[in-house]
């Protein structure tokens, strides 16, 4: 573990539940005083401690040594708005629709940051009756290669992984798809709108050709 609960996190948590550090030491059956070590950096918590501490402030353990609490706003999450967590050591892929603190091979993974696709990651989009045909322009070599592509609607998103010298390409029923997204494992996450080109026009007929957005 390269990580450990520190005193800073112990103290914003304290003060944002309205306890005095005598209050959670009570709660805690420890002293004020370490308490008071804990919040100035001159002692840790046991690690017998992180179970009982996270459960005074109501958050999770890894929310807890992340020092990031995560609000329940998945409820209405718009699929629109889902997140990408990439881990750089196995490649490992989460998909998300709201705030998580995710961990992964020892790091803390945060959400990819999705760009417009440019001329160096061009993407076809084909419609064949029903189905969205995409390719990518890309070598897909061991070292360089696109390891997923997906398409979002409102309310799904369909998600093809893909593996080097393989063919960069995947099928996807239209069924109202808005966006579609794929990784670079070197220049990370890209996404095109299926009705915006790369010149901006809106609403590219894809009922006749093929275009390069």
């Known amino acids: 573990m390269n990580q450990y609960v520190t005193g800073a996190v112990i103290r914003e948590l304290r003060e944002k539940n309205h306890l005095t550090q005598s209050e959670l030491a009570e709660r805690l059956c420890v002293s004020d005083k370490t308490i008071s070590k ?5 002692g840790y918590p046991d690690i017998s401690l992180l179970e009982p501490i ?12 992340s020092g990031n609490a995560v609000s329940n706003v998945n409820v209405s999450a718009n699929m629109m708005r889902s997140k990408f967590y990439v881990c750089p050591v196995c490649g490992n892929i989460i998909h998300c629709m709201g705030e998580a603190v995710i961990n992964c091979h020892g790091v803390l993974l945060t959400p990819s940051q999705a760009e417009e696709t440019d001329e160096d990651h061009r993407i076809l989009i084909e419609r064949v009756e029903d189905e969205y045909y995409v390719r990518m322009e890309h070598d897909m070599t061991k070292e360089h290669y696109i390891s997923f592509v997906a398409a979002f609607s409102s309310d799904k998103i369909q998600m093809i992984k893909l593996y080097p010298e393989g063919n960069p390409e995947a099928r996807f029923k239209i069924n ?15 996404f095109i709108n299926v009705n915006k080109g790369i010149d901006g ?4 007929n894809l009922n006749s050709e093929s275009r390069y957005l």
């Open 38 to 42: 804990w919040e100035t950096a001159k």
């Open 54 to 65: 996270a459960k005074v402030f109501g958050v999770s353990i890894t929310e807890l040594i």
């Open 176 to 190: 109202g798809v808005k966006k579609i997204f794929f990784y670079c494992n070197r220049d990370g996450l890209f």
């Open 201 to 204: 026009k809106e609403k590219i």
